[in-house]
Nanobody, 114 residues
Framework: QVQLVESGGGLVQPGGSLRLSCVAS????????MTWYRQAPGKERELVAT????????NYADSVKGRFTISRDNGKNTVYLQMNSLKPEDTAVYYC???????WGQGTQVTVSS
């Protein structure tokens, strides 16, 4: 069955960096788009970044453009989210998803606080 396992979250100071990873199994990873979402307390889940199957095209939420980078390694069935210049408003649970949300990981908590 499809499994998505996120890791890499944690507590970081404003201006810091984190790299999230999502290891996928149970489907042909290299054939499908992957997407990162996040959900902050009391807010709806929002799309953060998405990447096509080959990694040739990416798109980002306006709030993270220039700070976050999505990438993938199809040989390792892994999608990454490099997060730089983190702000307190980036605090959320981050989820990776198959395509636009066909399956979800369990999420990883990112907290940006001094």
């Amino acid at each position: 069955q499809v499994q998505l396992v996120e890791s890499g979250g944690g507590l970081v100071q404003p201006g810091g960096s984190l790299r999230l990873s999502c290891v996928a199994s149970g489907f042909t990873f290299s054939s499908l788009r992957m997407t990162w979402y996040r959900q902050a307390p009391g807010k709806e889940r929002e799309l953060v970044a998405t990447i096509t199957s080959t990694g040739g095209m990416t798109n980002y939420a306006d709030s993270v453009k220039g700070r976050f980078t999505i990438s993938r390694d199809n040989g390792k069935n892994t999608v990454y989210l490099q997060m730089n210049s983190l702000k307190p408003e980036d605090t959320a649970v981050y989820y990776c998803a198959l395509n636009w949300g066909g399956a979800w990981g369990q999420g990883t908590q990112v907290t940006v606080s001094s």
